[in-house]
């Protein structure tokens, strides 16, 4: 099997990785910069890419998305859980939808069989590009898309980020070199939705991630 994967350089996405890998899939990693704060998860996605001798690729979209608190200088990162009402500021119109397209594109022109999406059950409340009733359309899509039959294939979308975590470890996945923070900061906030998140899946392992809170 050949799968384009979403490689966001978190740690969902190098989970997925090192599953597929584990697998004996032919792994073609997509990272996408599309004008985020925390564009450090791009250096994390280079350095995962290269610790799985995976061939990285890169695509630059910076520019096209509406207002977020991820991509605007207005807007603040707010701090709190993703159950918060206050983290919707840091949806990004219609991205995923945007990032499944490019990389559907991908696989078409190399003739890969699937693309692999790390979408899991922690971000359905906030984001709707996230939650089942999205990924079982774009998997209806995707066949629709070109005389080259490609398949979305999204094996967290009902997992927890904690289960997630679990199966790095286990798979071996380096989770100490992913990136979760929205801030764009040196280190991990601690404080963020995504920090929070990274905090509670840790919470029965050993936690490698500095925080700064």
């Known amino acids: 099997m050949k799968s384009v994967l979403l490689l966001s350089g978190g740690l969902d996405s ?5 599953d597929l890998l584990s697998t004996g899939d ?37 520019g096209i998305f509406g207002e977020s608190a991820l991509t605007s200088d207005s807007l603040e990162v707010p701090d709190g859980h993703y159950t ?4 919707k500021q840091t949806v990004v119109p219609n991205r995923n939808m945007i990032f499944l397209s490019i990389a559907l594109s991908l696989a078409i022109s190399e003739k890969f069989d699937r693309v692999a999406y790390a979408a899991h059950a922690g971000d359905h409340t906030i984001y709707p590009d996230c ?15 070109d005389w080259f039959k490609v398949t979305l294939y999204a094996p967290y979308v009902n997992l927890s980020k904690k289960e997630i975590c679990k199966k790095g470890l286990a798979l071996g996945a380096p989770l ?17 939705g995504t920090c929070v998140e990274r905090k509670e899946a840790f919470l029965e392992i050993i936690d ?6």
């Open 14 to 18: 190098t989970t997925l990785l090192y």
């Open 26 to 62: 032919e792994v073609l990693a997509l990272s996408i910069f599309y004008g985020q704060k925390h564009q450090k998860e791009i250096s994390a996605a280079k350095e995962i890419a290269t610790h799985a001798r995976v061939k990285h690729i890169i695509k630059e979209i910076s």
């Open 84 to 87: 918060d009402l206050s983290m």
């Open 131 to 145: 939650r089942p009733e999205f990924v079982e359309a774009m998997k209806n899509v995707f066949p629709l898309s």
């Open 176 to 192: 100490d070199l992913t990136w979760s923070c929205y801030k764009g900061g040196e280190a991990h906030c601690g404080k963020c």
């Open 208 to 213: 490698p991630t500095i925080y700064l809170a």
